[in-house]
């Protein structure tokens, strides 16, 4: 089973910063599998990325997604709010999800 | 507008038994790969089981030979039977639909609460 990593645990940033998320995997998967969800609290994850770098329908442009093998990052070019939330990685063919960033207002 | 609403929960006695219903509207569940995923309060995202669309069914090993899923198609619903519960399967339990284009699970229902104590 493919284990997904994520760091950091938590970051603290300031609304307008950037945020640089992590994901490693145990092993390498396919860019095709690696997703990205946001989920706020009291609500469902929501899709942001797709095959590693695609936006999800209606996601802003300030989020993107890159990353091949074993690493792949999740970034926020300008920090808004409502971007403050937790974020995980996901790999598809194991159907297994990292334990989440946490994005906190600094 | 494609739509997952979960209803079913509650909170039940160690070694009682749940049934989870996930209604659909806008897609048709019989048609696609519908998965379970969980979250036990405060902490993250954990897959449970997947129905796929030719009628396999798959299922973590936290969960297996004590869960069933299953699909009624004519009422358009995914269902998860839940037997000999355990306080460890106390968390928020989504449905969702696996996008195979994409890989993806996308949406996913608001979620609905299961509270297994005594």
């Known amino acids: 089973e493919i284990v997904l990593t994520q760091s950091p645990g938590t970051l603290s940033l300031s609304p307008g910063e950037r945020a640089t998320l992590s994901c490693r995997a145990s092993q390498s998967v396919s860019s095709s599998y690696l997703a990205w969800y946001q989920q706020k609290p009291g609500q469902a994850p929501r899709l942001l990325i797709y095959?590693?770098?695609s936006r999800a329908t209606g996601i802003p442009d300030r989020f993107s997604g890159s990353g091949s093998g074993t690493d792949f990052t999740l970034t926020i070019s300008r920090l808004e709010p409502e971007d403050f939330a937790v974020y995980y990685c996901q790999q598809y063919g194991s159907r297994t999800f990292g334990q989440g960033t946490r994005l906190e207002i600094k | 507008e494609v739509q997952l609403v979960e209803s079913g929960g509650g909170l039940v006695q160690p070694g009682g038994s749940l049934r989870l219903s996930c209604a659909a509207s806008g897609f048709t569940v019989s048609s696609n790969y519908m998965s379970w995923v969980r979250q036990a309060p405060g902490k993250g995202l954990e897959w449970v089981s997947v129905?796929?669309?030719?009628?396999?069914?798959y299922y973590a090993d936290s969960v297996k030979g004590r869960f069933t899923i299953s699909r009624h198609n004519s009422k358009n619903t995914l269902y998860l039977q839940m037997n000999s519960l355990r306080a460890e399967d106390t968390a928020v339990y989504y449905c969702a639909r696996e996008v195979r284009s994409s890989w993806t699970f996308d949406p996913w229902g608001q979620g609905t609460l299961v509270t297994v104590s005594s």
């Open positions: 095959g590693a770098s």
């Open positions: 129905i796929y669309s030719g009628g396999s069914t």
